[in-house]
């Protein structure tokens, strides 16, 4: 929380845009201090937090200034939607800050989450891509799971001529192994006066979620109102992703040393857990603190450990295909994320702020650069449809791979973005693809 300019304990998240780095371009507050945020995954004006103390919050980028210059309401609740915000002081911030438009605290009726909030994941319908490669036959064919919304979408238009086809689904996961699974829906006819029926919604606001589903991910702690589902029991959760093939399916890192494999209804996965390469009797030891799928080949998984260990895991196989255990010297792994410009390369982070830039295809031993950053917490590739909304790249060029983007964050507050030149990186992007795959298969 920024004290300097009157904003006293407020969370903050900033919305930058890669071509104007100089200032943000709008700046979100809260009550909480947010743990993860992420965009609308079909309406980039709708932004997401999760908080500190298990809150969910949202932003409509699309209202007027007006509705924010009153400044930030005083109640731990921002909003009642009987009542506007409070007339508190304004900020001298540019851009004018925003409140959220619609917020979970203290409607204790959702079955809000109890913990931060460390994981927050948009949920798209599921399909097998068709630019993939057909892979090996699976020996436990499952039934695939499509995500329906609980609620209906309409096609109607609002007087200023915006679609209000707006409803899809959003996975929270808490630090103790809780995750929500909800729907953002919009209101065709707000109320500008706000409305009692609306809990949690700015007057005035167009956005707001509902929780359909709850799930217990640590099964020893099953109740009435959620679902305890089959998994080696575990006390604290840190990562998730899902299956984009099958969104029926997620990952989870955990605190037993194993990624755990869940799914949301239907059979029992199989395998239930990645294990370590001893099958298992090095589990508990270290943390899964990092997940991340492989977006060309989604049946390939990589995990990040807190003893520094990663592990390359096909889906269908509980002990990793690949296994470097000292990968960062012992520091905890604190980010990866598979750099989809540049198939067969991903970035990996610490918590001593190192960088590791692995490219499988040129070293698949070890990372072929590395770097120190100061007081970094934040390290991420830009994927390919945010590459191109920057406007630093042009679609459909295959030949030459764009440049790798790095956005980093320091503990002082600083952004800043970096690029990797792509002749770190030979080869056409098509090319490494299938090089990567036969990589892959070969290792089955």
Known sequence: ADTSKGLGELGMVCVWSVSHPTKPQQVLLCQSSPKCCCFSPQKPFIVFAGNEDGSLVLWDLREP?????????????????????????CFSIDPSPRVPTFSTA???????????????TPLLPSSPSPSSPPSRPHSHQQHQHTISTTTTTTSHSHKDGESSDLSFQLATLDAHGQLNIWVAMEILNPDPEGSEMELGLVPGGRVRVVKSASLDLCAHRGGANSRSLDAVSC????????????????????????????????????????HSPLGGSEDGECDVRAVCLLPWQPDHLLAGCSDGSIRLYHVKKASPLLHWGNSTGGVAVTHLQWAEPSPGVFIVTDAASTIYV????KDDAAPILRHQMTNMLLCCTLPPVQYLASGLGERGCVQQPPPLLLLLGSKDGRVELHTLDHTHFPGAAEERKDRLLAYLFALM
Request: proline share 10%; charged share 10%; net charge positive.
């Open 106 to 120: 203290g409607i204790h009726h959702l079955g809000n989450h109890h913990s931060p909030i460390c994981s927050i």
């Open 65 to 89: 200034v007006s509705m924010h210059t009153n400044g930030f309401s005083s109640p731990s609740h921002p909003h009642s939607s009987s009542s506007s915000p409070s007339p508190n002081k």
């Open 358 to 361: 692995w490219d499988l295809l």
């Open 235 to 274: 006390e604290q959760t840190f990562c998730v992703c899902f299956q984009p093939r099958d969104s029926n399916h997620l990952y989870v890192g955990t605190d037993t040393g194993s990624v755990h494999h869940h799914t949301r209804y239907g059979r029992r996965p199989i395998p239930k857990c990645y």
